[in-house]
């Protein structure tokens, strides 16, 4: 029954964008006060991306330190990046004079755990406290993802790290000691950020740590199976979760009062034709990118489809389990960029150990239209109808926009028009999801500053400020795009395309 109402849904949605063009259907008129008085508006910097002092104060390698010292990354990596371990305080200020209310943020692992299990780092401990008390006394509230791509070294050296069920008993320690030494202050935890793109990044194309994969995929990868590996990681990650969940429902959540969720990544998908194939391709697709990691959550067990082109690729739930990992979250996060478009492709479906993308038979095909080399196409009405997918197929739970931005070159330029574009444009979108009655409860833009990114290090950035590397003290600067940001969280309706830079507001680096 379940199933037959997502075909039935999807056939309606499908239908509805086959006919929508490309444009910008989003309230184009708003402010601040628009939306509910609960709701936060944020911004996000991951640890390994911001803080820099990577080997220092007892901190000791992540699976991305090694990644991105080896021959793959091509000599960018975290090991200064914006210095926020030593300015987190300046940029917590700009956070202040921008007016954001919430910011996202990371625990480093390795800082907080040196060997992934025992003994706490009182460095690492203080500076998280410092980092915390130094949000909340600006009146910003702290939400922290607990791994963002940054397993401890010493986990995957001893047992290859989220492959083992050990991962499962060490994460959840390592969770015990963020809600105990810091959830009298935090009352939002995400367990793992981006979950499927670190299982399908890392174990099946190779190409973000620990970068893994089979070697008819890529000769670079260090060892791994591209077949078995992504569904056995998301497997340990939703036991992961859930126990960590169990634990702090169980032992801190009456007490601190607070939420705890799990983040994936969330390209929005519509059918390239109008064709059969090509809808139940996108529905197909849809259950693999958001249903894979999300069914376990709200129902306990994964989509039919997906179980049954994995075969025994995919390990099973136990009866105990699934009744675990079932509703063991209480907030979904969600990172959007862009929407693609989905093509039916029964050609891989024939092969050998398949893969994650070719179990799912399908081609995406990204239309960019008139956008810049590099950037993202501004599709707000996507991020609209996945809102409204989340609400319709799981029972509207709360959600959280955990990342959303534009990328550009990182070319010193401080007239980003295009990124101050796109967030109008997708906040606008967001509001027409609320308003027509979606439950999303915050929205934070990725990033506040230019900082180490995942795929494409230094060449490109979605920062508001922009970080001048070549500058000892790392000076930032302020964007068109945080222009329009601090505009709009103070309350003003400001379209982009008015600003200019005029005046000494965005004097400074300019290349």
């Known amino acids: 029954m379940i199933g037959l109402c997502f075909h039935r849904l999807f056939l309606v949605l499908a239908a509805a964008l086959a006919v929508v063009p ?17 709701f936060v508006f944020g911004s996000g910097l991951s640890a390994y991306q911001y803080e820099g002092a990577a080997f220092k104060d007892g901190r000791t390698p992540s699976i991305w330190d090694t990644f991105s010292h080896s021959d793959r990354a091509n000599g960018t990596n975290g090991d200064i990046t914006c210095d926020g371990y030593h300015k987190y305080k300046e940029d917590i200020k700009l956070m202040s004079e921008m007016g954001l209310e919430a910011f996202r943020l990371s625990i480093s692992w390795a800082r907080l755990i040196p060997d992934g299990r025992g003994s706490v780092n009182p460095l690492g401990l203080q500076f998280y406290n410092n980092f915390i008390d130094e949000l909340i006394r600006h009146g910003i509230q702290p939400h922290v993802s607990l791994h963002h791509h940054d397993l401890p070294q010493a986990l995957e050296d001893e047992y290859e790290g989220w492959i083992s069920r050990k991962i499962v008993k060490d994460f959840t320690a390592y969770a015990d000691v963020c809600f105990r030494e810091f959830g009298n202050r935090v009352l939002y935890w995400t367990t793992v950020n981006e979950a499927n793109i670190f299982a399908l990044g890392g174990y099946d194309l190779g ?13 670079a990868c260090s060892g791994g199976n591209s ?8 497997h340990n990650i939703l036991l992961a979760h859930s126990a960590t969940a169990k634990l702090y ?4 959540q009456v007490i601190q009062k607070g939420y705890i969720g799990f983040s994936i990544y969330n390209m929005w998908m519509v059918p390239y034709t109008n064709a059969k194939e090509d809808v139940t391709a996108t529905e197909r697709a849809i259950d693999y990118y958001i249903g894979w990691l999300i069914n376990p959550l709200m129902f306990g067990d994964y989509p039919e489809i997906v179980k049954k082109n994995a075969g025994t690729r995919i390990p099973a739930f136990t009866e105990d389990e699934s009744k675990q990992v079932k509703d063991s979250i209480d907030f979904i996060g969600v990172n959007h960029y862009t929407t693609n478009f989905v093509k039916d492709n029964p050609s891989y479906l024939p092969m050998d150990n398949r893969d994650f993308d070719a179990d799912m038979a399908i081609q995406l095909i990204y239309e960019k239209g008139d956008t810049p080399p590099g950037q993202f196409p501004i599709m707000p009405w996507g991020l609209y109808e996945l809102l409204e997918y989340l609400k319709q197929v799981y029972g509207n739970p709360a959600v959280y926009v955990h990342e959303n931005g534009q990328v550009t070159p990182r070319n010193g330029t401080l007239e980003d028009s295009s990124r101050a574009e796109y967030l109008h444009a997708y906040i606008g979108s967001l509001l027409d999801a609320v308003r027509n009655g979606s439950n999303t409860k915050g929205y934070f833009v990725w990033s506040l500053l230019d900082c ?16 001048d590397l070549n500058d000892k003290d790392l000076k930032r600067y302020e964007k068109l795009s945080g222009l329009w940001y601090t505009n709009f969280l103070k309350g003003n309706n400001v379209n982009p395309l008015d600003l200019t830079l005029a005046g000494d507001k965005l004097s400074g680096f300019l290349r």
Do not use: H, W
């Not at 490309?22 to 609960?38: E, G, I, K, S």
């Not at 180490?452 to 970080?467: A, D, H, K, T």
């Open 227 to 234: 077949s078995t590996e992504p569904y056995i990681v998301g």
């Open 249 to 252: 429902k169980k032992t801190y």
């Open 22 to 38: 490309v444009a910008v259907l989003a309230a184009d008129q708003y402010t601040r006060a628009d939306f509910p008085v609960d």
């Open 452 to 467: 180490l990114e995942l795929l494409n290090g230094f060449e490109s950035g979605f920062g508001m400020y922009y970080v």
């Open 207 to 219: 190409i973000i740590p620990p970068g893994r994969c089979s070697s008819s995929v890529s000769n």
